[in-house]
């Protein structure tokens, strides 16, 4: 007779549970991979974000090397590392999408303490390109910097302090503005990553101008000494203090970096806690509240439009612009660039007056695929329109709408354009060209929104085309740009006729014969596109609905 061995208890080690750390890990990359497999596109995106960022790395960890004794490689270094630690505090805002760990709200149900979770994301965090690329950065710089036995040790310490504080930089910001992210304002700031790119890049490209006229990279140690002293920058400069013997020093540059990465774990720990036990009061109190407000805020408005037809429109046209996200887009886009390219290039010493005509440009192009900014929603403003009479009331107030921004931002930048450069001699026939050019564009935008329109998707940051609808757009914004330049030919024609004839005391006839040629375009290119708009009402609500 056979007898059967009580089992044995299990062992601690079999039963004990696997870390909480190495399921983040895992957690990660599980992320990761399913990511990639969603998609061929989102696939080659990576590996293309992979090479890039690779190469990128590459080129400044060669250029650090090659600082290496130079007389400015601290400069160099202490300022990439601000910088770069800038850029990880701001990408959450506008990159919150890209990556789900970013969002500890799925987090909240698990029960979990916030010690080990906080060094368990913490650790998860370090898995990918940003993090790998901030690394290489970071051995560049101490590779730049380290001079003797106490340059390399303090590097050994000064590298992974570096990354630690710019990752947990990133998290504690993300997950102190959590709510704000998945709300509609974050997806606001989504939208508008681009305008902060496209923004940054003409600092830069100004900044470097002046840094050139300046005497090079030693009119940048005033602000390398002060940005020395913040995180994770202070790391850096610790390396280069202890390298010249200045041990005190570096010192307490690593000794700020540490308490500066403890505390943004304790407030990354201390926003965790209070995401996943108070609850979320963002909705406390709006049915009143909300309500109370737009029948305010709606008062106010309509108090400053014209009545009818024409006021509800116009209030429609500006509402969408404050609050839909791909509008706001294109407006705040249009408006920064329209004053950034005028204003930069007068302050350069490059510009000209007429420099401010691209506002009018940029400003113009809002009027462009009128019904395509409504999406399927422009059923509703099609059951209103049935003759030529109420398309071009429809258009005249959506212009209306357009041109209570357009005309004084266009006034503003060529008055600040003029006051720049000190030219006030040509602000008049500037300003005259501008509101001609502004009038072509609007006239243009009228004609092309009935001819040409097409859907704007809504459900991507980037996507401002609906699929099989490209070449519409390129049709209706170049051809329509071309020719409004065209239709604001004789106004051109004018001014160069006065400058050639030495006519200069009749310049300024060009401001207000500018605006009446600019107003008259408006509306002969309204009374063109309105039977157009009635006739083809079909055909427009059907391409703007592919969305």
């Known amino acids: 007779m056979t007898t059967v061995a009580p089992a044995s208890p299990a062992s601690p080690a079999s039963s004990a549970a696997p870390s909480l750390t190495s399921v983040f890990v895992r957690l990660k990359l599980v992320l990761l991979r399913n990511g990639l497999r969603q998609s061929a596109g989102r696939t080659a995106a990576y590996v293309t974000s992979i090479v890039v960022s690779a190469v990128v790395a590459a080129a400044i960890l060669l250029s650090f090397v090659l600082l290496r004794g130079s007389a400015n490689a601290d400069v160099v270094a202490v300022l990439l590392t601000g910088v770069l630690a800038l850029a990880w505090a701001v990408m959450p805002l506008f990159v919150s999408n890209g990556d789900e760990t970013l969002d500890p709200s799925r987090l909240v149900m698990l029960p979990l303490r916030p010690r080990p979770l906080v060094r368990a994301l913490l650790v998860a965090s370090l898995v990918g390109i940003g993090p790998a690329f901030t690394l290489c950065i970071a051995v560049g710089a101490a590779l730049a910097l380290a001079r003797g036995a106490a340059g390399v040790v303090a590097a050994v310490v000064a590298v992974p302090l ?25 997806r606001d700031l989504a939208v508008l990553s681009g305008l902060v790119i496209a923004v ?80 979320d009061g963002s909705t406390i109190g709006a049915a009143g509240g909300s309500a109370a407000s737009e029948r305010a805020g709606k008062g106010r408005l309509a108090r400053l439009l014209p009545g009818g037809r024409t006021g509800t429109v116009m209030e429609r046209s500006l509402r969408y612009v404050w609050r839909d996200p791909k509008t706001k887009a294109a407006w705040v886009t249009s408006l920064a660039i329209g004053a950034i390219v005028p204003l930069f290039n007068a302050l350069q010493g490059t510009g000209s007056v007429y420099f401010a005509c691209f506002a009018s440009g940029m400003l113009g192009i809002q009027m462009y695929n009128q019904f395509g900014q409504d999406t399927s929603a422009f059923w509703m403003v099609a059951q209103t329109i049935s003759t030529k009479e109420d398309a071009y009331a429809e258009l005249r107030a959506r212009a209306l709408a357009l041109l209570v921004i357009t005309v004084p931002f266009t006034a503003l930048v060529t008055v600040a354009t003029a006051a720049v450069l000190g030219d006030w001699a040509s602000l008049p026939e500037a300003l005259g060209v501008a509101f001609a050019l502004l009038g072509a564009m609007m006239a243009t935008g009228a004609v092309t929104s009935a001819t040409f329109p097409y859907s704007i998707p809504q459900d991507g940051a980037f996507k401002n085309v609906a699929p099989g609808q490209g070449g519409l757009a390129w049709i209706s914004i170049f051809g329509g740009m071309i020719a409004g330049a065209l239709l604001c030919a004789p106004v051109i024609g004018a001014a160069i006729y006065l400058h050639l004839a030495d006519e200069e005391s009749l310049l300024w006839l060009l401001l207000p014969g500018g605006a009446l040629y600019g107003a008259l375009i408006v509306w002969g290119g309204l009374k063109l596109a309105a039977p157009r708009t009635a006739a083809r009402l079909p055909e427009i609500l059907t391409a703007v609905s592919k969305g």
Request: aromatic share 6%; hydrophobic share 55%; proline share 4%.
């Open 162 to 186: 570096t990354v630690l504080v710019c990752v947990a930089l990133s998290r504690a910001v993300a997950a102190a503005n959590v709510r704000l992210l998945t709300s509609r304002k974050g």
């Open 200 to 279: 940054g890049i003409q600092f830069v490209n100004f900044g470097a101008q002046r840094l050139g006229r300046a005497g090079g990279l030693s009119s940048l140690e005033p602000a390398a000494a002060v940005v020395g002293w913040l995180p994770p920058a202070s790391a850096v400069a610790a390396v280069d203090s202890a390298s010249e013997g200045d041990y005190a020093m570096a010192a307490g540059r690593l000794l700020l970096t540490v308490l500066v990465l403890a505390g943004l774990v304790a407030w990354w720990q201390r926003s965790l806690v209070r995401l996943m036990t108070a609850p």
